[in-house]
């Protein structure tokens, strides 16, 4: 992690003397994770929330920018309609803050607010690329209240597992000047993730007798509400696969950003 905030720092200073055009703005939308409790693009969508901080580069192609953002991810087996995940009845949500550099390819040459024939005046099709840093916090909803699953171990963990990850963002966007200080852009960006615990599900259903009665209330909800009858080791799950540990989650983030440029006086475009 130490690593990786020192390449943050070293992003942010080698291309802080090559912008010519600054922007800042908002990012609104929507999120929905892909796991085991969903397999379903754009199924059990949260929202998402962002501040943005950009810069420009002289070559009209790349642009660099910064994100802060809030997302909320949420699953439930009951939602998949599957009779195997109904029947496993597990469920979480989750904010995902997420922060780090972001490069985007522009398809076209394009500077926001720029009217030059030989540029893009109107807009732009690009890709997005980043390495970012996210924190996690998996509950689950017990007694009508949300409780935190990572330090209940419900897998029975040697450790727990770790809150704070790296996540890998690409896409794609279109961008378009808005009005001669404000550039639209809507943008469809996937997370690659190298956690199989954003969802707290991984492994196997665990010996109860090993953990907490919370942790094994949360770890097999198989019966829960007597719903079904328990299955197994001694009435229990125990032995049972409740997780695919060798597909990591992902989850994606799709919306729309609106960013406010401000330019260099000395080199400042028109709009025409």
């Not at 609106?258 to 000395?266: E, G, H």
Request: charged share 15%; glycine share 8%.
């Amino acid at each position: 992690m130490t690593r990786v905030g020192f390449y943050i720092l070293f992003l942010s200073f080698s291309f802080s003397s090559f912008g010519q055009i600054k922007e800042f703005g908002l990012f609104a939308g929507g999120t929905y994770y892909t796991g085991d409790l969903n397999r379903s693009h754009m199924s059990q969508v949260d929202y998402s929330l962002g501040a943005i901080y950009k810069k420009d580069f002289k070559n009209e192609r790349v642009s660099l920018r910064f994100q802060l953002m809030y997302n909320s991810v949420k699953a439930s087996d009951y939602k998949t309609g599957l009779s195997s995940q109904v029947k496993r009845n597990l469920s979480f949500r989750s904010t995902v803050l997420e922060f780090g550099p972001v490069i985007e390819v522009n398809f076209f040459s394009f500077r926001p607010g720029q009217s030059n024939p030989e540029l893009s005046s109107f807009g732009t099709p690009y890709f997005l690329l980043g390495v970012n840093y996210m924190k996690m916090n998996p509950k689950a909803l017990y007694n009508g209240e949300w409780i935190e699953l990572q330090p209940l171990m419900t897998e029975n963990q040697s450790i727990p597992y770790s809150l704070n990850q790296i996540v890998i963002p690409f896409g794609i966007g279109v961008k378009v000047n808005f009005t001669p200080n404000t550039v639209l852009s809507i943008e469809y960006g996937i997370r690659k993730t190298f956690t199989d615990y954003l969802d707290d599900v991984s492994g196997m259903y665990p010996n109860p007798s090993n953990i907490s009665s919370l942790s094994a209330e949360l770890a097999d909800r198989t019966n829960y509400g007597e719903l079904y009858q328990p299955e197994g080791i001694n009435g229990t799950s125990y032995g049972l696969q409740r997780g695919n540990p060798s597909d990591k989650d992902w989850y994606t983030v799709f919306g729309f950003m609106l960013t406010y440029q401000f330019i260099n006086r000395s080199t400042c475009p028109s709009w025409q």
